[in-house]
Structure formats: structure tokens, C-alpha cells
């Protein structure tokens, strides 16, 4: 039917994409708490630059990378023009009825939107140079220790990777019933939002039907190899750590220190910067 | 003396049912198969037959009777996964049995919920990927492949639990005929190599010709149980369980019918040819 | 009245890495009356076309003509496509597994009342489809689609698309997961529809006996081109280019050939068992005068005539 493209996994074969996928995720993580600490545009050019820097070593076309804000463009405008009008602090710009656009607004809202735009392209590094199955083992690895308190993490992961493998399946079998359907004279795609729901019903109930067809004969095939038999489980793939996880660290532990260094050193290293514009400005 | 794989003693079935009507699907069945035989198990669909199958490793029990594996009963709750690392199954779906997106994982499930040692199951999925002929798919995903391909993975799936006895649950029901064939070529070659235990479900006739032993199955009963030659030779009643023979039996009962002497027990296309060779 | 398609080109996910040209430039014209049997590998093409023509994929390039109603690149008319869809009745792989509704009946009015028909054709139709797919109407009408059998699952999907009285009826793999006697119902509810309620059938299948059983005309299609179109009759001829793209050959036609090889030649062009079957008792009395075989032998397993007369299936898990 339709292809259906994996996650947004992107071989090259790459360093990244051989580091050990639990480095990634810790980095990932890092790298999201990090950005939320970056305070000025200089702080921001970092970002860019350690972003760039990873998507080098990674082989992954830069366009794929920028192409992944795009899903989220609209949320962006929205919040960028609702700070820009309602932000209020610093010299006023504009004012009109209860609209005032400042200054101090502009520079939010663009701050806002290189925020967003940069964590978005960050966290998608992680799905490109990363295979689900290997995410979901790294999850299972990383949260190993709440198995103490019975927090079930196999099962966890299990029911990761099993709806990972099987949304390429549900995708294709909800195309096929949308044709089959259509084919009987369903109007799918039109009406208003009520009408949609309605029409949607003969896809989803064969779909919810299908959904539990395929549970039940998964089921069987678990129990049938041995899910459970022991607790004693072994894993055939061991992520182990290596030096050039542990380069990686150095370097990420490098930007996280710059980030932090503009943060409450040089608190703002480019607030000179801004002053020179405003001052032009004026 | 030939060891007894598996062993069904009596066996019923039901499943619960509404309404208080109560059917069989299956009834009061004995069976033996012994260590190494490919048995060929059909019936129509509602036969029983799928039903049969799962009562082989454990996935139901049976309502009455016992159901033994190399001596272990299936309801013996602590010695269940040693039933089913000894009878590994595949089913019908080829999509709905496979859990991991890459095919190494998938196949090294298995050994890996049974607690074997890392270069063990490395070992054998490597084994695994070779008897099914597909070891340059080692990292590949299976969502593109074919039917056949998928199912000869599940193959491999199971066989990394190294069981004993292989039931092929349909599993070339939904396949097309190219499928088909490769899943039947490795499924030979591994009870051929390997003295694998196969238990084949089907309801083509045409996949029985080749078995050791073709049992056939109605209404929750086995009615025949035999060499497939010999049970092909009951053409009325397999026709009228709606089941039929291989489609060259049914020409050479066809002309036999009408008047020809032709051997309607014929069973492959060559002793056709022979056969007509002579009347020609 | 006639099917005509001209240079049909379909490309999946264009200019992305994984463009796939799925129809290379496919003329074909089909007859009212034509039971066509297409062939084809996965990934031939075949699915893709016959989803053309039934709207269901938007034109890229080329032109289709349904019975007037035309098909171009453009925009459509949403009403051409609604007629379209009354004109084409597409019965889709496994199509029990689209049953939605509660009961039988008000599944199988989900089509006639999307063409805006009023209630009692609507019901007229029900009746009249179910009945036609050898169904016990008022015996089946309110029991839920989950609860039959699977054959009569695909009964009930097929009287689907039968109500909306389609003038060309085609079939994906109609016989897919079924066993023998299922498969034999099945082709001969095809063969009975097609004379009772859409003249024009095309089925598509893996199984060249299968077709060769009752189509007339059988066109394979390769790597998204049209290899062969063929009147069923001269299929044979081209056995050895059948095999050589990998497709199964006719076993008819194979055995034919073994028997020709043996020095035996059988007389008259023999594709389907049937053909084989009359040839074969044809050489026989030729040579044995003194006693004749009864010549109008069919190859059929299952002898029930008419689909109303199949008998009901025990219900199955």
C-alpha cells in the first residue's frame, strides 16, 4: 500500500549512530534540561553550533534535521505572536487599544521560538541516529534500577518495542479499510468535525476489531516462545560502554558548561549586544 | 523401538460457550506421533484442527484427557515452559508473531526469555538464520519481505529454542503459492536434517502428499489416519467432509469415474502421465 | 459499454528516497461481459490498477473511462466518483474484516444507502444481495457479522458491494485463507453473480488455475507494465515466458506438455483442468472405439450447483 518509513531512523552508520544508545538518551536529556538554562542569543549561537557539530559527525543531511521543526511551525508562530502582543516589558514599539508591542517582547518571542525550534532538533538527533528497538533497550537499561521497588521495566520495554513494530502494520491495515470503505461509498474526508466522527466509525470499529485479532495471536506467539519462563533473562545484544561514548561525554559536558558559564558568569553575554541595537534603534 | 513425542489421550475441548450450548471442538481424541515423523493434520475450517493445535504445547488444556509431550503433561503448571521449549509453533499470520522491528532480536526472543547464555543464543541464531536460508536478513527488518519470508523467520524464531516437535499452525494458509513453497521446502529439509518433529496443519491437500502420516480431522474427531496414499484412496468421504484430495488425484478419480482405467490412488503428476501414457 | 485505459502511470512517494513507480504507461480496454483474470506478482501493479478504477487512487497521468464516466489527471467531480463507485463494485482482500455494523442486514445497506437511495430499495437490495450470495435472508438478516462463519463473513462483505448493484464487479484475491471447499463456493458465486448481477467481472489472483477456471480473457502484468492480454484459450502458448518472470504455469498446461513430451499430443488449445480433462477423454475414445467415455466431465471436488444450494456451514471458532 503506502510506505511507511520507519520512525525517522536515518542510516549512515555514522560515530553517533554507533554510540551506546543509553549515552544518547542521558545526552538527550542534558541537552533539554541544558536549553532551558540559555538566557541570550550568544548562549543560543552555542546551541546552534553544538547541534551542527553533532549533525557533521552524524552524516545527516542538515535540511532533514531543520525539516523536523516543520511538524511543529504552527505552534511556533501561534506562541511566537502571542508573546510578541502580549508580552509586555521594556521600550514600547507600538501601541494600539489594549495591544502594546515592546521591545522586551520581541526578544522573548524570538527566544521563545529558537527555544522550541532547537529542542525539537535536538531530541529528533536522537530518533535519527537511533533505532527504536535500540531506544527502547536503552530505556529498559536506564531504568533497570526501579525493578527494586517492582516496577515491571521488561514488561515496560516489551510493550514498547511490540507497539513500535506494529504501527507500520495498523497504519497500512487503516489505509486498506479506508479504501474498502470507500469503495462502498463512505465519504471520509468530508463534513464538518461531527460528521468526520461518524464517518470514521466503519474504519475503526474493523480496525479496533483487527487490533484485538492480531493481540490475541501475539499473545499466543509469546506464551508459545517462553515469555516468562524465567526470570533469569538473558539479552543477546549488551550495550556496553566505550571510549568513544565516554569522547561524547566530554563534549556535551563542554557545551553544558558554556551554557552555564553565559548563564551566571557572564550572565547574558550578549545583553551588550542588545543595548548596541537598541541604542541604534533610537 | 520409535520414542513417543507426542501423546494425546482422549482429549475433549470446549470452549466456553453461550447460552449453555456446550460444542466439542474437540472430541475425545488419541493420537501418538512419534520422534521424527512429519504428520500432515487437515480438516476444513471449523474442523478442530487449530483447536488440536494448541492443546499440543500447553496454549489451552484439555477439558478431559490428558495431552503428554516426550511424557510431560501439558497441565503440569510447573513444567510448562519445559512443553513449550520443546514444541515450538508458528502460526498463521506471518505479521502477528513477530515482536522486535529487527530480525536477529526476533529471533533471539526466544532463547533469550529461556535464560540461555549470550554466545549461546548468538550461536543460534546464526544456526537458525541458516536453516531457513535467510542469514543475509540478519539485520534487516522484516515489515518489507514477503510472506514467505516473514514466515520462514518465525520458522527460525522458533527453531532458536531448539524444540523437538514444530507445529505449523496454517501457517501457509494466507501465503501465496511461491510463499507456500518455501516454507514447505524448509519445513522438509528440517525434518529430514535436523529429525525434527513436524506437525503440519493445513487444509490443502496438495501440502499432505509429501507427510510420513496424514491424519484428517472433523466435527472434533480424526476420521482417517494414515499413509497419505491410502487416505487419499477414501475419496468419497474426504469429498464429503469437504475437504477433497490433491487436485491430480481428483483428475485421476475424475476419469477413473468416467470409465477410464486410471488408478484413482495416483498421487503425483508423473504417475498422471505413466498412467495415461498406457491408455493413450 | 466499456472500460478504456490509456497510459496510466502511478508513482508512490515521489521524489522521496523511496519512490516507486508501481504502473508504467497501462493501456487496456475491457468489454462489457469480459470475466477477466489478472495475474501478477506482489508488487506487479495489479492492485494498484484495478484501485484506479474505482477511483480509489487520484490519477497522476493518463486517462480512465468508465463506462463515461471519465477519470482525468484534474480535479474530479465529487458526484462522478459517487457514480463511479455505483458503476464499479471492488471486493477487497479478506473484505470481511471492513464489517462494522451489528447486524447483516444493516451492513450490507452501508453501500446502497451511501448512494443515496431511499429506504425501501435500500431494503429491496439488502434482500436481493443476500440472497444472491446464497444466504438465508430472513434467517441471517439481524445475527451480528462477528458470529458467522468465516465463509459467510466474505458472503456478507461480497452481498456488500453486490447491493449496490455494480455493473463491473472485481474481486482481489476473493478466495484468500479459505479452505477447498470455501474456495469452490466461492468461484462459483463469482460465476453465478456474473450472470445474475454484474456482466463484467475481473478477478485478481496468485493462483493461475484458479483463473483459468473461469475467466475468459487473462492479462499479467509484470513490473508495472501489461505483459500479456490474452483470450484464456491461448495462455498455453506462452507457458515458457509464464515461467520465466517466475509465475506458475497452468497445470493443465503442464501436464499437456509431459504428455506431449511423452509423444502424446492432445487436441485443442488446453488451459484450464476442464480443457485437459475433455481432451484427454477425447484421445481415449479415438483410440478405443469399441468403448466411449462419457465426454462432458468437469473437474469439481464439490458438486452443489447454484450458491443458494451450498448448503449451511456448522458455525466454527
Redesign the interface.
Known sequence: MRDVSFGQYYPTGSVVHRLDPRAKVVFSILFMVTIFFVSSYAGYAVVALFLLTVCFASKIPVKNVIKSVKAILFIMLFTAIINIFFYDSGRVLFEWWKIKITLGGIDFAIKMALRISLLVMGTSMLSFTTTPMELTDAIESLLKPLKYIKVPVHDIALIMSIALRFIPGLMDETDKIMMAQKARGAEIDTGGLVKKVKAMLPVLIPLFVSAIRRADELADALDARCYNATDRRTKMKVLRLTWKDLVAFLFVAVFVALIFLDKYLLVGADKYIVEFFTGLAA | MAISAIKLENVSFS?PANEGEE?K?VDGVSLEVEEGTFVALVG???SGKS?LA?LL?G?LLPTSGRVLVYGVDTADDKKI?DV??SV??V???P????????V??DI???????????EE??RR?DWALEKVGMSEFRNA?P?KM?GGQKQRLAIA??LA?RPRVMVLDEST??L???GRDEVMRVVKQLNKEEKMTVVHIT???DEALDADRLVVMN?GRIVLDGKPEDVFAEHELL?KI????P?VT??AV??NK???EIDPRITD??A??EG??R?? | MQIVVKDLNYTYSARTPFERHALKGVNLTIEEGDFLGIIGHTGSGKSTFIMHLNGLYKLQSGEIDVFDIKLVPDKKKKSDLRRLRGTVGMVFQYPEYQLFEDTVAKDVAFGPKNMGLDKDEVDRRVKRAIELVGLDYDEIKDRAPFELSGGQKRRVAIAGIIAMQPKVLILDEPTAGLDPYGKEQILSLITHLKKECSPTVIVISHDVDEITRFANRIVVFNDGKIMFDLPMNELFRHADELHSVGLEIPRAVRIAKMLKDRGIELEGDIVSLDDLLRAIVAAYNKKHIDKTVEENINFNAFDFGVPGACGREEGER
Open positions: 470452549y460444542h471442538a476444513h475450517n471449523g483447536t494448541k504445547n496454549l515452559y513449550r521449549s515450538g509453533m502460526f498463521q499470520n505479521d502477528n508473531q513477530m515482536i522486535a522491528t529487527n536477529e532480536d533471539a526472543f526466544g532463547p533469550e526469555n529461556l535464560g540461555v547464555p549470550r543464543i548468538i541464531v527488518t515489515f514477503s524464531g522458533v529454542i494458509a494466507m501465496d503459492p511461491k487444509h490443502y491437500m466435527d469429498t469437504k475437504l477433497g484430495v487436485c481428483q483428475l475424475t476419469l468416467a470409465g477410464m503428476e508423473e498422471l502421465v495415461l501414457c491408455l493413450l
